[in-house]
Each structure stands twice: as C-alpha cells, then as structure tokens.
C-alpha cells in the first residue's frame, strides 16, 4: 500500500549580507541595479528583488521633482528609509529613499520573486498562481502588507530586512512603465529573463 506523503516544501534561498542604511547612500543609478537580485522581507514575508525603477531628483517623472510635499517628505531625509505612496488612489507603493539627505532620490520596487511565506501571499492577494503574487509595485505591496502606516520606517530594522544577492545577475535595463514625462530614460532594471517581472523587457535591451 503506498504511503501518504505530503508535498515538498518550497526552500526558501540562503540570504546574503544584510543591507544597512549606508547601502543606500550612494547615487540612485548604483543603487537601483545592484537591487536585483537581493531579497526584500516585511515581517519574514518577501522575496527576490527582480524589477525596480530609478527615480532622480532632477527626473520630471519624481515625485520630488516640484519640491517637497507633505506626500513626499520622506524623499528629502536620508537615505536607507521607506517611502509609501498611494498611485492612482488603489495601490500602495514601496520605494527606497537614496543619496544624501535633500537630493529626494529613489528606488520604486516593481517586481519579487516569492520566496517567503508564500501561503500568506497567497491569502492575502486571493490567489494560488506564484508568478502573479508580486508581480506589480501594487501587488507586492498587498502580498507584504506593505501600507501608508509603513512610510519613513527604516529598511535596515523590522518589519523590513534586506539582504545583498548571493550570486551575480544578468540584468535588462529599459524605460520606466505607466509614467508621461522623462518616457525615453532607460532606468528600469530588471533581472533578464525573470518570469516574475511586472512586464518583459524588449528583448533587444
């Protein structure tokens, strides 16, 4: 008679260095590509970073780039700090503040690879398919928790913990999505050939 066994757990990847505030403390376009690949966790729920976006302060697309806001002021401290924002009045979005206090540059965090506590993403977003738990700035952020309440936090203490990737890359670089100013810069960065992206890159990038 066979024996009744029960499905393989998931493993989840061995975690690199953890990445304190002073990561961040570096130019948005060094910081932005060497996200991929390294894992975000919000209260042990995450996964691979595998698609995110620059945005600088002299970039018309940034939310700093009128100058701060009470919506904003977050950009304009130091770097290594949360910044959650509403987009289009439904999703909540989470970036990382980089560059030295006043520059109001940041990372947006487009795209994970669910790699912890994938059951509580599953129930959270009210659906089973993996690639589709975090594959949108709004929809990792509704897998994680991720809210309003969370803005200004710290990314180096809990609920949030980020660790360094432990093997190298293979990156696609292309435009920003869903943005009408400053289309043509190329500083969306995503981990090539991922299944878990927002959206593919053009394959010629």
């Known amino acids: 008679m066979a024996q009744n066994s029960k499905p393989a757990a998931v493993s989840a990847p061995i975690l690199g260095k953890p990445l304190k505030r002073t990561f961040f403390g570096r130019s948005v376009h060094e910081v932005a590509p060497e996200l991929i690949g390294a894992t975000l966790l919000f209260n042990g729920i995450g996964g691979l970073i595998v698609e995110v976006e620059a945005y600088h302060h002299t970039d018309p697309a940034a939310h700093s780039y009128r100058g701060p806001t009470p919506r904003n002021q977050v950009m304009f ?3 290594g700090f949360a910044y959650v924002y509403r987009s289009y009045g439904i999703h909540w979005c989470v970036n990382f503040v980089c560059e030295q206090a006043g ?3 940041a990372v947006l965090i487009r795209a994970l690879k669910p790699t912890h506590g994938i059951e509580t993403m599953r129930r959270r977003r009210g659906l089973h398919d993996l690639r589709a738990l975090c594959s949108g700035p709004g929809k ?9 309440a969370h803005n200004g936090l710290p990314l180096d203490a809990s609920p949030f913990a980020l660790y360094a990737r432990t093997s190298k890359a293979e990156l696609a670089a292309g435009v920003r999505i869903g943005i009408t100013k400053a289309i043509d810069l190329p500083w969306r960065y995503g981990l090539k050939g991922s299944k878990f992206l927002s959206k593919p890159f053009p394959s010629a990038a």
Not at 140 to 148: D, H, R, V
């Open 77 to 79: 401290g130091p770097p």
């Open 103 to 105: 520059s109001a540059s």
């Open 140 to 148: 990792l952020t509704e897998a994680l928790g991720i809210t309003q």
